[in-house]
């Protein structure tokens, strides 16, 4: 008996091991690799963010209207499928030096094909500048992306009038968006829509209205206030640009990285939003040594992009050394320049955030405070005022992820 029991020990020590092994089971391997469905980690249904608590890996968001709306090619639905911009760093090495997996809003969101919507809504942009009037605009699509999971509502685009404060024409010229939405004149005359105007200027207030009165051809139109968060249709705009106009045009700096500054000059709307040339050329100087230290083995181009008025713009040139200035250069020029920039440093204004959800999935962009969020993912970046420092090593893991380079 004595014996007995030690032996018998032995034997279930040895033989559960080699069952185990006979099964296939490997401890050191993951759940995915054992064949088991990773783990789902939560995240906001809408922004794709990770809920409190939850930590994750280069996981993008998905689609809003996956499930609900079919993702089917069409005309117009320019945003399904893969955006040909700048292609994101995916050797080995330099994935494995940068040693971790940054948030990254998805390339693109699915829209519903025009024969498959059975209603419209709209906001009528403002006589604003192009970030006021353009943010005006958005209100529509945030609020077709975020009723989808009930029925397929279509964002009709409005065009900017020939009245449009400054550069409406020419910017409708430029991004040319009538060819990648249903125009909302265009779908009312063609399909016999029928207007109604929802009362409410909150977009959580909008939303339940809708879903109460909510009715097939139909084009309703919003006045909502300015929202804070436009980063849920980000993808939307920037897959946009990037198949269009953005892929026509050259990018500047071929043989360097390009750091662009936008400032934009007084007069300002509120003395509050202005802020001091020391801001901008440290916030430039620190990008720049960041970038000449992780990939030392390329040249970095500084450019300085602003417009008519009040800036002292000597006072950043004598402060970046090789800083290439372009005061009164064409609206449209600047804006390509800053958007196809490697690193966007912004000013407090609605054009730069506009300019900065238009850039390329693989931009750094470093934003000064403002009303509107900046932080749609993780290559959004926010500044402290008034001396512009930021995490500087959270940008050279950003920098290292999609350029290489060392860990020094």
């Known amino acids: 008996m004595g014996v007995a029991g030690p032996c018998l020990l032995v034997v279930v020590l040895v033989a559960v091991p080699l069952l185990l092994l006979l099964l296939g089971y490997r401890p050191e391997l993951g759940r995915e690799q054992r064949g088991h469905p990773p783990q789902a980690i939560p995240r906001d249904p809408w922004s794709g963010q990770l809920r409190d608590g939850a930590s994750g890996g280069n996981e993008t968001a998905a689609s809003p209207t996956a499930g609900h ?21 995916t050797s080995s090495e330099s994935r494995g030096q940068a040693g971790y997996n940054p948030r990254l809003q998805p390339e693109t969101l699915a829209l519903p094909p025009e024969n498959q919507c059975l209603s419209f809504v709209a906001q009528v942009p403002s006589n604003n500048g192009l970030g006021h009037s353009h943010s005006d605009r958005n209100n529509g ?15 009709a685009y409005m065009p900017l009038g020939e009245s449009h404060h400054k550069s409406g024409k020419l910017f409708e010229q430029f991004f040319n968006f009538s060819s990648s939405f249903p125009v909302a004149r265009n779908v ?74 936008h400032v934009r000059p007084r007069p300002f709307p509120s003395p509050k939003r202005e802020l001091p040339p020391e801001y901008y050329s440290a916030v430039a100087n620190s990008a720049v040594r960041v970038i000449q230290k992780v990939t030392p083995g390329r040249a970095v181009c500084t450019y300085l992009l602003t417009g008519p008025g009040k800036f002292d713009v000597a006072a950043v040139q004598a402060a970046v050394p090789g800083l290439e200035v372009h005061v009164n250069d064409s609206v449209t020029e600047i804006f390509h320049m800053g958007a196809s920039a490697d690193v966007l ?5 609605g054009f730069d955030h506009i300019n900065a959800m238009f850039g390329r999935r693989d931009q750094l962009r470093l934003c000064a405070p403002m009303w509107v969020k900046t932080t749609c993912d993780d290559t959004w970046l926010t500044t402290t005022l008034p001396w512009g420092s930021f995490n500087t090593g959270k940008f050279a893991r950003l920098w290292r992820y999609f350029h290489g380079g060392s860990n020094a």
């Not at 609020?143 to 279509?154: I, V, Y």
């Not at 993808?235 to 700096?253: A, E, M, Q």
Request: glycine content about 4%; aromatic content about 6%; some cysteine.
């Open 69 to 89: 709306i079919p993702s089917v090619l069409s005309p117009i639905s320019p945003t399904v499928g893969t955006v040909p911009s700048v292609p994101l760093a």
């Open 345 to 349: 440093i912004t000013s407090r204004s």
């Open 188 to 261: 009312v005359r063609a399909r016999h829509l029928k207007r109604v105007t929802l009362k409410a200027t909150k977009m959580s207030r909008a939303l339940q209205e809708l879903r109460r009165v909510f009715q097939p051809n139909v084009l309703y139109t919003v006045t909502l206030e300015m929202q804070v968060n436009h980063c849920l249709s980000v993808p939307v705009w920037r897959s946009i640009y990037w198949r269009g106009r953005g892929r026509s045009l050259p990018r500047p700096g071929q043989d360097c990285y390009t750091v662009a500054i």
């Open 141 to 155: 699509l945030l609020l077709a992306l975020r009723f989808n999971r009930s029925a397929p509502l279509c964002y």
